[in-house]
């Protein structure tokens, strides 16, 4: 079987290559991340220690668990999941990004194995993980029922996939591509299409279409006053987060 590699789009990989050497500056045009980043981690730290028994008052609770963080860019997510003892790979279609992950990475006295290659290559492989994280990644793919099956193909039984992503409606068009891009400036303006925009609904169909089992998701939601992120089992209305289970 040859590695398939159908799900990249070329555009959006170009994208994010031109902003490779910014991942680590949070004044940079991954700005917006750098703010959402405790948010993700908190949703995604509480998940894994509940679904692996995990004592998160230990050094290293993650110990033992192999992790894959598709599209992982500079690694923003891969860095603390390697420092809480997971064993993490860092995949991503856009080459440019990996010698940034990699650099700041031995900076910080980390071993994680970034690799420039798309989920496919690792699925055709035979490569599995416990925990799978899809995250901001699934509104950039061309083909996001593939992907969903590539991410279920990666996950070994029991494992966990997150897969965040933006809803699509009204609300998330003026924060994401009128806030966002062009009142604040946060990102260029065209990082996002908001037709790839993914419902709630429509990613629990694509979920369960790749034979995996939802079972939890939250919004992640913005604070003007605060100038924060916080969890919402109610609020899904722009940014929101999946975990899912493999049978």
């Known amino acids: 079987m ?37 948010c993700r981690l908190d949703y995604l730290v509480t998940q894994i220690a509940a679904q692996f028994g995990r004592d998160l008052k230990a050094p290293r609770p993650f110990d033992g668990l ?5 599209g992982c860019g ?56 416990d925990v799978v994280l899809a995250m901001e990644i699934i509104e950039h793919v061309a083909d996001p029922q593939g992907f969903m099956n590539t991410c279920a193909e990666l996950l070994a039984p ?48 694509l979920i369960r279409s790749a034979g995996l089992d939802p079972v939890d998701r939250k919004g992640m939601v913005f604070n003007p006053l605060s100038w924060r992120w916080s969890l919402s089992d109610r609020d899904l209305s722009v940014n929101y987060v999946t975990a899912s289970v493999k049978r």
């Open 2 to 38: 040859e590695a398939a590699t159908q799900t990249i789009d070329p555009a959006e990989v170009a994208k994010f290559e031109a902003m490779a050497a910014e991942w680590w500056d949070p004044n940079g045009k991954f700005k917006p991340l750098h703010m959402l980043n405790p």
């Open 66 to 70: 192999r992790l894959l963080d598709i």
């Open 74 to 129: 500079g690694g923003l997510l891969s860095e603390p999941m390697a420092r809480l003892g997971a064993t993490v790979v860092g995949a991503d279609a856009a080459g440019g990004n990996i010698p940034v992950a990699r650099l700041h990475a031995e900076q910080s006295g980390l071993q994680i194995d970034y690799r420039h290659c798309a989920a496919e290559d690792l699925a055709v492989a035979g490569e599995r993980f």
């Open 158 to 205: 029991g494992g966990l996939m997150f897969c965040s992503t933006m809803n699509r409606n009204p609300k998330s068009y003026m924060m994401a591509i009128i806030g966002a891009e062009r009142v604040m400036r946060w990102l260029p303006v065209g990082t996002h299409d908001w037709s790839k925009f993914v419902t709630p609904d429509e990613l629990y169909a």
